[in-house]
């Protein structure tokens, strides 16, 4: 396994398309069930992506300052500090932060089908939005999985690519 030391423009600009792709579906799914809701869902999410990705695993990343798999790491080295004596793995419990970008729209997407499925007696979907939103989920976690992951620095140590690794850290 070969490690990059700067990931390809190729593998970024995939992965920024899966990622648009899964917001602006989560987001219209949200958005179509309650304005508000949609709203501050929005709001949740560019906090999310571009505050508290950054201070919770960015600055601690062995590509701060380098261009790692998703592109943030040069922007957040001119924006943030890089954060000394904290391994990386070490905040990795405060990205439970992130779950309601995911949480919200699959609940969302599963009581659209419920309610359909027990007001006509079928699962309702007219757009097939829901099972779109989950593919794109699929693909791109086994996109980053293969291609991302494996030639990353922090592979070893990080739980998105081996869960393991939350139990091997949290010892030290």
Known sequence: MTLLDK?????????????????SLATYSVMAFSQNLGLLFVV?????????????????CYYYGKLCNFGW????????????????????????????LRIIPIG?????????????????????????YLLVILIHRRFYRAVACTKCHQCPTCPVYDSKAIGINSKS
Not at 76 to 100: C, D, H, I, Q
Request: hydrophobic share 50%; proline share 8%.
């Open 44 to 60: 949740y999410g560019v906090v999310s992506v571009f505050l508290l990705l950054p201070l919770i695993r960015c600055v601690r």
């Open 108 to 132: 969302l997407g599963l009581l659209s089908l419920l309610d359909g499925y027990l007001s006509s007696g079928y699962a309702l979907d007219p757009h097939g939005l829901f099972g779109i």
């Open 7 to 23: 990931f390809p423009k190729w593998i970024i600009l995939i992965r920024w398309f899966f990622v648009a792709a899964e917001m």
């Open 73 to 100: 790491g040069l922007w957040v080295s001119k924006l943030f500090p890089r954060v000394e004596n904290s391994p990386y793995p070490s905040t990795y419990g405060f990205t439970m932060a992130f779950w309601p």
